[in-house]
């Protein structure tokens, strides 16, 4: 009995750590307004996270900043004023599409130069060895090899 009860107090507080700090929360007169909730919080990474968005996000950091956004707009500010302060505060790397501007370059450029730079070792690579086994015999290996192959074709040298 003692043991059940346990188990069940572990599964509500399980389940109440589970829902908290979901979207369902955060409630708006204007169904605009939730929508816009909705999309804000799915444009911007969790900075603990960084793999999601801090819609779906549990870590505090993301509870936080949703609770930030749900006052600012209640406040009247807009989706890009929002935004802007979001960026201005944390980066651009707190948007999921960062503008392309020269300081994320390498976000957007840098495994495009990657990929290059693999491509050109490879065919620097590839080519060093076609060269290496295309070279000519000096005189002493030619005159080897056609001794050898003299050899061979002599007729009492036969290898059946």
């Known amino acids: 009995m003692i043991r059940s009860t346990i188990f069940a107090l572990c599964l509500l507080l399980v389940a109440a750590s589970a829902s908290a700090g979901t979207l369902a929360e955060f409630t708006f007169d204007d169904p605009q307004q939730t929508q816009a909730f909705r999309e804000l919080t799915e ?3 969790c900075l603990v996270c ?5 819609a779906g996000s549990n870590a ?3 509870q936080d900043l949703r609770q930030e956004i749900y ?3 209640q ?6 004023q929002i935004l802007s302060f979001m960026v201005a505060r944390y980066g651009d790397f707190v948007l999921y599409d960062p503008p392309v501007k020269p300081s994320t370059y390498p976000l957007w450029f840098g495994p495009l130069i990657l990929l290059l730079i693999g491509a050109v070792l490879l065919a620097r690579t590839l080519l060093r060895k076609k060269q290496a086994s295309e070279t000519e015999l000096d005189a002493e290996e030619q005159a080897r090899l056609q001794s050898l192959l003299k050899q061979s074709s002599e007729p009492g040298n036969s290898d059946k």
């Open 75 to 80: 406040q009247g500010q807009s989706k890009e």
């Open 71 to 73: 006052e600012m707009m």
């Open 60 to 62: 505090e950091l993301a």
């Open 43 to 45: 444009k911007l990474r």
């Open 50 to 54: 960084q793999n999601e968005s801090i």
